[in-house]
């Protein structure tokens, strides 16, 4: 394994555990427990879980793996709060669709080599690319690995409290 | 900019990143504000912070780069739960640790090259290292990258109670 490959595994190994723990976290739920809030008033676990999948759906553009699997969940778990859409995905759907969607994403990170790791990202332009290499997919995977981890922590801290 | 050097730069970016929200949320605390509590009973800010402040200071030796800088913060902030250890330092004292040891931290980093950071960390032996060559310093890098967002996504709810 050449250095680079091995900087590779590691993002992805990380990748790999953190999604893992919210897999193991959520998928423990009932749809009963999944209506909890993280703080009185404050977003359902049922939301947290539909944005972190909605936001690694919206990876696979991003990324230049082509459209996103579920673009229904943007309403429902991003561009608006909790509560204030009529009828969102309940915990089954939501877990039928993070299986699925980082099922496919796993494969197509482990199907780039290091320096299309390091290829700008879909929100970038070539012209700020050239100023700015560092926006590129493996800062997107380091950067929503840290934005599921926070999240996580604050998810846990619900199931703390029963 | 080598690929390899590339991956480095990110993971220290990224790194980087997380130390600074930490910073900002708890520097900007006044110390009555760091006695809140993460949830009825749980640790208090102040613990959360003194909590990431020791698990850094851990890395001096995990990452072979010599002795801690405030050893005595694991009674306060790790080994023991919150208010079962007398005396603890004050919101001034932790950020005092916690900025020199960032500093510290920050120097060793930018000096390691990328074949340093693929070396083993000190809590893993030679012969399981030849086994396990991903036990490295980069990748406790991530994972505690991951270890701070979760704390600090579970300090911001608390603000967010405010």
Known sequence: MTNETMFVDLGLRNWKAGTDRVDKFFAAQSEGELQRELAPGKNRLIYVWGHLTAVNDALFPLLGFGPRLH??????????????????????????????????????????????????????????????????RFNVLLNRMGHTAEHLGQAVLVEARK
Chains 1, 2 share one sequence.
Do not use: Y
Request: proline fraction near 6%.
């Open 71 to 136: 673009p229904e969940m943007d309403a429902m778990f991003i561009t608006n709060p909790d509560r204030s859409v009529e009828t969102i995905l309940s915990g089954a759907e939501v877990k039928r669709c993070w299986t699925e969607i980082n099922e496919s994403l796993w494969e197509r990170f482990q199907a780039l080599t290091p320096a299309q790791w390091l290829e700008r990202h879909m929100s970038v332009s070539e012209a700020d690319f050239a100023r700015e290499p560092h926006r590129n």
